[in-house]
């Protein structure tokens, strides 16, 4: 099996930055694609970004220009850097990422989830 073990979450003012990771753990070939998502309460998960294996990142609007993904393929591992925070960043963080995994299977995996709340 496969584990997303995410980091980094907290509680930051307005315009401050965090920085989020999340490591793929397990019987792993080869990752596809990594990404992070984000709930607030009351609404719907949404991508915030995603990595495919040839580092060409998709951000959602919201986050462009504050936010920037990188991906290090020998820790299997994604780092989330947010600065200019506002409140409405405010959500669950959940790292996502496609797997191949050693059963010779392809499948999607989450974590657990990180909260990051933004005060105004």
């Known amino acids: 099996q496969v584990q997303l073990v995410e980091s980094g979450g907290g509680w930051v003012q307005s315009g401050g930055s965090l920085r989020l990771s999340c490591t793929a753990n397990g019987a792993i070939v080869t990752i596809n694609y990594m990404a992070w998502y984000r709930q607030a309460p009351g609404k719907q998960r949404e991508l915030v970004v995603h990595?495919?294996?040839?580092?060409?990142?998709n951000y959602a609007d919201s986050v462009k220009g504050r936010f920037t993904i990188s991906r290090d393929n020998t820790k299997d591992t994604v780092y989330l850097q947010m600065t200019s925070l506002k409140p409405e960043d405010t959500a669950t963080y959940y790292c996502n990422a496609e797997v191949l995994s050693t059963a010779q299977i392809v499948s999607q995996f989450w974590g657990l989830g990180t909260q990051v709340t933004v005060s105004s």
């Open positions: 990595i495919p294996s040839n580092g060409m990142t």
